[in-house]
């Protein structure tokens, strides 16, 4: 069942979540957050409050506040939605980030593709600033601060949050070593929280509802709701708002799936699951989800599906690090020959699933250590397709090799 509160019509008037949080301490607003229970919504569900609160015990007089807005998952427009009509709620977010942890300077790298977008942002920031709400010592409580736009230039990689640091800095988008982490050294090696568009979305929410009623929007374990884009074989392809923890087939039922072989959680790094597991709740614990749903029917053949996104990962690794930039090239050839016939019994695959574990615990950063993953669900959960294409006839004894 949905449950807007993001999305909702009736919603708060933007700035007011701001308006409460100066009146309390910015130890109390961090203390809030982290009450709530809110896990960033990029993707990877680091306690937002835990983040915030190491940056703001940071020693540093320069912090820096920065909204991920780079949404480079394939499949994932949730945050484009948020852009577009809750631009003023983001900055008032980021504002509340800023007086938590005792910054003046917010960034908001927005994903290359989105320029379009940069009107409607620049109008949010004219109107925060018209409500005094943005700019110098705001209310008159001696705090400072402001938001800039920087553009990415299209690599999925730097939707990473350290990639993302060192494009701001204008180098390449090499992941960095972690630790030191962004809370403690990030952009231009100052402390630096680094959270998603929806994350900064649901903050003034949580100041104004209480970390208690944001906590029970969720099912379970989960707090608050989570928004979902979901597309592909589906009658209602769009945005979708539910309790975090809901299952999987509340959001297929509204989006008008039909006819269903695979759904893809979590865009192309995420897990692919067959029909039978859509009873799976969307859930840090169980389905983590990213933002991407996507949804293929009967007619789909899975490994063509599996090559697509091989070759993305090919495509996007940055080529820093062994495992990543040489075990994406091999899973990609491995679903080539599969598809070609040119693997001639199951057991060599097993030197492809050991491959996979080794890049998932040896690569740098997410995006190796993820993308094992559709390699993994769909070999393993679509066998038909595999038994299809292994031709059974030794490629040695051919002379193949
Ligand atoms: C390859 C890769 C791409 C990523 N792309 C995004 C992205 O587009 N947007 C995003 O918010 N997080 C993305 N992340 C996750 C970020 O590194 C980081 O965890 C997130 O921005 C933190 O915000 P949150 O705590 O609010 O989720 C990506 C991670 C990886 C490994
Ligand atoms: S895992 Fe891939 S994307 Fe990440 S640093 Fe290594 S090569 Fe680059």
């Known amino acids: 069942m949905e449950k807007k509160v993001l999305l909702a019509e009736d919603q708060p008037e933007f700035g007011a979540g701001f308006e409460l949080a100066l009146t309390m301490t910015p130890a109390d607003v961090v203390y809030m957050v982290r009450d709530s229970g809110i896990k960033g919504r990029g993707g990877a ?25 780079d949404e480079g998952e394939p499949g994932t427009f949730k945050d484009r939605i948020l852009l577009e009509k809750y631009s003023e709620r983001l900055i008032e977010g980021m504002a509340i980030g800023g007086y938590a942890i005792g910054s003046s300077h917010g960034i908001i790298y927005l994903r290359a593709e989105y320029p379009y977008l940069i009107p409607a942002i620049e109008e949010a920031r ?38 993302l640091i060192e494009s701001l800095e204008g180098k390449s988008g090499f992941p960095r070593n972690k630790p030191p982490f962004p809370v403690n050294s990030g952009y231009l ?58 299952p999987l087939k509340d959001l297929l039922e509204l989006a008008g799936a039909k006819d269903i072989q695979a759904v893809q959680v979590g865009g192309a790094s995420g897990r692919t699951i067959p029909a039978a597991d859509t009873y799976r709740s969307l859930s840090f614990g169980d389905l983590p989800p990213g933002g991407s749903v996507i949804v293929f029917d009967s007619t789909v053949n899975m490994l063509e599906v599996l090559e697509n996104f091989m070759e993305f990962f090919v495509h996007e690794s940055c080529g820093q690090c062994v495992p990543c930039r040489e075990g994406t090239l091999h899973l990609r050839n491995a679903v080539e020959d599969l598809i070609a016939g040119d693997i001639c019994n199951k057991e060599s695959l097993n030197d492809y699933f050991k491959l996979a574990e080794v ?26 397709f595999t038994d299809e294409r292994i031709s059974g006839e030794c490629c040695c004894e051919r002379g193949d090799q």
């Open 189 to 246: 090696n100052k402390p630096t929280i680094v959270n998603n568009v929806e994350t900064f979305c649901a903050v003034p929410h949580i100041i104004l509802g209480g970390p208690e009623w944001y906590a029970d929007l969720g099912i379970g374990e989960c707090s608050g709701t989570k928004l979902f884009s979901i597309s592909g074989d589906v009658e209602k392809p769009g945005v979708y708002e539910l309790p975090l923890g809901a």
């Open 45 to 69: 569900g680091f306690p937002t409050g835990i983040k915030w609160n190491l940056a703001g015990a940071a020693s540093s007089d320069v912090k820096y506040v920065v909204c991920n807005a």
């Open 126 to 163: 004219k109107n925060m600033i018209g409500k005094g709400l943005l700019g110098k010592n705001i209310r008159g409580k001696g705090f400072d601060f402001d938001v800039e736009i920087r553009t990415g230039s299209g690599a999925y990689i730097c939707g990473e949050e350290t990639a």
């Open 359 to 384: 890049m998932r615990i040896t690569s740098k950063c997410g995006l190796g250590q993820t993308a094992v993953n559709c390699f993994v669900d769909i070999i393993n959960n679509f066998v038909d």
